[in-house]
């Protein structure tokens, strides 16, 4: 209710900079506690126990500054994200655009971020606190080697990662998507779990999670689902923003850059059942791109989502949007007579 009052002047205010204001009122939030949660929403998924299905995406928290925040929020679990080895400032703005006609966002953002040594301090520092914090790890720009950035960033963030989320699918950074090609991504992933088992030693080794894209080939999605099996990933995080370009009201539709919220919908969903599908379900997935309502979480969960992630909706529906969603997923689960959502996955 609140939001929806302020929202007008928020949205007079550019993007980008409104993005900031809700980070620094995140970090000045206090210590609120998380709500008490739905036992029906708990589960687990790749050795890790989540207290609901519904998480921030990656790209919303992109230096690991208020994950704690984000988990007051209601979430389940909070992806801080994409870092990088050194700091790099992104691409030239503006780059973050509101489609407000089309409940959309597209961002050219380019992994702005901080770097990974500020990272490691922060997060550090909330190491021993609960909650379920992943780290979506990616390469610099201009980097000769992004395999040996990718194992940089997996070695200095296992042990501080619940999970690492592995980032191939940004369309903002040239190139990037080619990770996602089969004899690529495997020699990637090989070198990320090696990076990963070398830091953590005999000790917890977060699960790897792989982010791929919606603008897949079929190929492409056999291909990338083999490789999650064999390399027994903890996750497949289906989907990024898209390229694609449905129709658009808004005046920035021609904006390039990666394009979310409500127009990636169907196309999000359509690539989760490609994934279920082509996996057996044998990798978990979480369902990402155009979830802005519990119905939506649930359709995604149905469709055989073990989890879900949201970003560009709470620009619409402000910070009460992990509540209102996991609430009426508790609600719908048991309308349709399920004691838990991990009954639920993948039964449409």
């Keep these: 209710m609140l939001y929806s009052l302020i929202r007008p002047a928020l949205f007079r205010i550019e993007a980008e900079k409104a993005h900031g204001l809700a980070l620094k009122a995140l970090r000045f939030s206090g210590p609120v506690r998380a709500p008490r949660g739905d036992p029906g929403l708990a589960s687990e998924v790749a050795g890790i126990a989540f207290p609901n299905p519904v998480g921030m995406a990656a790209g919303f928290d992109k230096d690991g500054e208020v994950p704690d925040a984000l988990l007051r929020l209601g979430f389940g679990f909070a992806e801080v994200g994409s870092i990088t080895p050194l700091p790099q ?43 379920v914090v992943g780290i979506n790890i990616g390469a610099n720009k201009d980097s000769t080697d992004r395999v040996a950035d990718y194992a940089t960033m997996a070695r200095l963030m296992a042990p501080l990662a619940t999970y690492l989320a592995v980032n191939i699918s940004s369309p903002n950074t040239p190139g990037l998507r080619a990770l996602q090609d089969e004899s690529a991504l ?163």
Aim: aromatic fraction near 4%; hydrophobic fraction near 45%.
């Design 186 to 348: 495997t020699g990637l992933l090989d070198a990320v779990i090696e990076a990963r088992d070398a830091a953590c030693g005999e000790g917890r080794r977060p699960p790897v999670f792989l982010k791929v894209a919606p603008d897949l080939e079929p190929a492409d999605i056999d291909a990338i689902a083999r490789i999650a099996i064999d390399k027994r990933l903890g996750a497949l995080i289906v989907s990024n923003t898209t390229i694609s370009r449905p129709s658009l009201g808004s005046v920035h539709r021609d904006e390039t850059g990666g394009l979310s919220g409500a127009p990636l919908r169907d196309l999000a969903q359509q690539r989760l059942r490609d994934f279920r599908k082509a996996t057996g379900g044998a990798v978990p997935l979480v369902g990402v791109g155009g979830i802005a309502t519990a119905e939506d979480a649930w359709a995604r969960i149905r469709a055989g989502a073990s989890l879900v992630q949201l970003y560009s909706a709470m620009v619409y529906e402000g910070p009460g949007i992990a509540k209102a969603i996991t609430k009426g997923l508790g609600e719908l689960m048991r309308r349709d007579g399920f004691a838990s959502i991990a009954e639920a996955v993948g039964t449409e």
């Design 89 to 131: 400032a992104g691409n030239s703005q503006p780059r973050l655009f509101r489609l407000v006609e089309d409940r959309a966002v597209i961002n050219r953002m380019g992994f702005n971020n901080g770097g990974a040594q500020a990272a490691v301090y922060r997060l550090e520092a909330r190491a021993a606190r609960p909650g």
